[in-house]
């Protein structure tokens, strides 16, 4: 959701079934995003949702540095927990982020909080004994004796050594503002829809909105093939065409979402009322998105645990 339109189209989302925004959280928002985009010298800055923790919550917006769509590096998360005060989250390599997802639970609220995960471990080669040197010297039996029993306290100080060393190098420490950088990101690939027509691909290939889009009418708004993913395509044939030099399609050059894998993930409702579409995600609850038909008013937003519902989704499936 844009800044300038928080107050109305946080209503969509209520309309739609999903949880609100205070009015205070609002005023708060509204003010302190427009602050946030003047002093981060952002193209834009929108709000993104919320994580709901244990012990406080995250406010979550994405700010861009220009009018590309597609890409991370272009793109810029930040955290509150009052909505007023906004840190960046540091940025995360893909080994991070498949250490996150393993990580299962609730968010705390404390983004200096610390999991531990354990990394499988790596099977080690054991050298073999080394030969005692000098068996041909005879030395007395009480210095023998004391150099054994110094021999062994040295391995054994050895083996605790290795030990330590071992179960520092299978232990990972992530902390709770990685997982949440890591999170939003996933969240982001598998839920960021917009209309069919609402992005154009240009000549010199830079995917801008589109200021022609007038909406979808009630009959196209409810096919899922109306609605694409806003992230780099992995389709083949539309990923060729989005690295084909010069002139392409500008309109289907992205992912539908009736192409996501199970089928049939989305959930779909229509109000004849405030003619209005609506998506939620079945992976992850807690995602609305919604699409006032005949008109170019759309958006989506995320207030939810942040944990996937990968186990229960097959048996919501029709």
Request: aromatic share 8%.
């Amino acid at each position: 959701m844009q800044c300038r339109d928080l107050f109305l189209q946080s209503s969509y989302i209520q309309t739609g079934g999903g949880r609100g925004l205070s009015t205070e959280e609002k005023a708060s928002l509204q003010t302190s995003l427009v602050v946030l985009q003047a002093n981060s010298k952002l193209h834009s800055v929108r709000f993104w949702g919320m994580v709901l923790g244990t012990q406080r919550d995250y406010y979550i917006a994405e700010g861009l540095q220009s009018d590309l769509t597609f890409g991370h590096t272009t793109r810029k998360i930040f955290c509150s927990v009052d909505a007023v005060d906004w840190v960046m989250l540091p940025d995360i390599s893909e080994e991070t982020r498949q250490h996150c997802a393993k990580i299962r639970g609730r968010f705390m609220g404390n983004a200096s909080f610390e999991y531990t995960i354990e990394l499988p471990q790596q099977p080690t080669d054991k050298e073999p004994p080394k030969k005692k040197e000098g068996e041909g010297n005879a030395k007395p039996e009480d210095e023998q004796g004391q150099e054994d029993a110094n021999e062994t306290e040295e391995e054994e100080d050895e083996e605790e050594e290795e030990g330590e060393g071992k179960k520092k190098q299978n232990t990972l420490v992530i902390s709770e503002e990685k997982r949440l950088h890591a999170t939003v990101l996933a969240i982001s690939e598998e839920t960021n829809v917009a209309p069919r027509g609402a992005y154009v691909l240009t000549a010199d290939h830079r995917v801008i909105p589109n200021r022609a889009f007038e909406g979808l009418s009630p009959a196209a708004a409810m096919k899922l093939n109306n609605y694409c993913h806003l992230r780099p395509p992995r389709n083949q044939a539309k990923k060729t065409l989005l690295e084909k030099e010069g002139l392409c399609n500008s309109l289907d050059f992205m992912d539908t979402i009736d192409e996501d894998k199970p089928r049939v993930i989305w959930s779909q409702r229509y109000d004849p009322i405030r003619q209005m579409a609506v998506l939620r995600s079945l992976i992850w609850p807690g995602f609305t998105f919604y699409h006032a038909v005949c008109s170019p008013t759309w958006g989506h937003c995320y207030i939810g645990t942040g944990e996937p519902n990968h186990d229960n989704v097959m048996f919501m499936l029709p």
